[in-house]
Nanobody, 119 residues
Framework: QVQLVESGGGLAQPGESLRLSCEIPLSIFNAGAMAWYRQAPGKQRELVAGISRSGNPDYSDSVKGRFTIARDNVKRTLYLQMQALQREDTAVYYC?????????????WGQGTQVTVSS
């Protein structure tokens, strides 16, 4: 069973920073695009940031300029550096990997890590 292991969530005050990490098994690390999603209470899961196999990042408008997605190919880890946190960033954050098998997508998710922004 393929497991993505997340860490780094917690409590932060508005304006502070947190960094999330996601360890990805070698078997899928280079398989496809990676991303961070989040889900706030009562809301649908939404894409926060993605990064392609070639390393090109993309961000949702709500986090652009504040969050940075990065991948470490040696440590096989996906990161999300979050700065200038806002209360609206409070959510459970999930890392995601999608690979393609016979023209069908196969999705892998982390277990989720809680980020709470509160004063």
């Amino acid at each position: 069973q393929v497991q993505l292991v997340e860490s780094g969530g917690g409590l932060a005050q508005p304006g502070e920073s947190l960094r999330l990490s996601c360890e990805i098994p070698l078997s899928i690390f280079n398989a496809g695009a990676m991303a961070w999603y989040r889900q706030a209470p009562g809301k649908q899961r939404e894409l926060v940031a993605g990064i392609s196999r070639s390393g090109n990042p993309d961000y949702s408008d709500s986090v652009k300029g504040r969050f940075t997605i990065a991948r470490d190919n040696v440590k096989r880890t996906l990161y999300l550096q979050m700065q200038a946190l806002q209360r609206e960033d409070t959510a459970v954050y999930y890392c995601h990997v999608r690979r393609w098998y016979r023209n069908s997508p196969v999705d892998y998710w982390g277990q989720g890590t809680q980020v709470t922004v509160s004063s």
